[in-house]
């Protein structure tokens, strides 16, 4: 069965810092990859997807992702941070000819400091 | 475009009682879920509907829970009779078919059970 291992449940960085999430998938099929940014009081939203082709994935806001299958990853990246970005990210997993059966690691949530 | 709707946003009901939440998908959405995120877990599936037949729904406690989508639009997800450790949110969402994994998600409706 696939899943999703995010590395860190808390990470806080200074504004204008790196932001580095991590994400470790485990899949027997090629998956599709996924981060999702959950606001406080609100529902998830897509940042970005890999599903086939560019490995370096563009999202919103300014975030990005690499798939990397020999690593078996695909860490969240922004190269500065903003108190904006301050709320929790989900890596899923789909398996290609799943069904579309979307599965959420256990989140990190992010705190962005002055 | 309307996002998905969900209510009640929020609801506190004590143990054994019942609950039921509601959930309208965007238009045309042929897909829709219901997850439980329990606070400081990522998002559970409980069950996954195409029009209104069930795909999936092998994580649902079926002697509690139970779910409907009559005429493969909007949704319904009752819990009777509730326990502590139902105290969660519950998202509902949706995906277009061939929508590539992408699911749309409502604000949620947390329960809490005293």
């Known amino acids: 069965a696939q899943s999703v291992t995010q590395l860190g449940s808390h990470v806080s960085v200074s504004e204008g810092a790196l932001v580095l999430l991590r994400c470790n998938y485990s899949s027997s099929v090629p998956p599709y990859l996924f981060w999702y940014v959950q606001y406080p009081n609100q529902g998830l939203q897509l940042l970005l997807k890999?599903?086939?082709?560019?490995?370096l994935v563009k999202g919103i806001n300014g975030f990005e992702a690499e798939f990397k299958k020999s690593e078996t990853s695909f860490h969240l990246t922004k190269p500065s941070a903003h108190m904006s970005d301050a709320a929790e990210y989900f890596c899923a997993v789909i398996r290609t000819g799943g069904g579309n059966k979307l599965t959420f690691g256990t989140g990190t949530q992010l705190k962005v400091e002055l | 475009e309307a996002g998905v709707a969900q209510s009640p946003r929020y609801k506190i009901i004590e143990k054994r009682q019942s609950v039921a939440f509601w959930c309208n998908p965007i238009s045309g959405h042929a897909t829709l879920y219901w997850y439980q995120q329990i606070l400081g877990q990522g998002p559970k599936l409980l069950i996954q509907?195409?029009?209104?037949?069930?795909?999936?729904d092998s994580q649902l406690p079926k002697d509690r829970f139970s779910a409907e989508r009559l005429k493969g639009v909007d949704s319904t997800l009752k819990i009777q009779p509730a326990k502590l450790e139902d105290s969660a949110v519950y998202l509902c969402?949706?995906?277009?078919?061939?929508?590539?994994?992408?699911?749309?998600f409502g604000e949620g409706s947390r329960l809490t059970v005293l």
């Open positions: 509907f195409q029009n209104n037949g069930v795909v999936d």
């Open positions: 890999y599903t086939t082709g560019a490995t």
């Open positions: 969402a949706s995906s277009a078919m061939g929508g590539g994994g992408e699911l749309f």
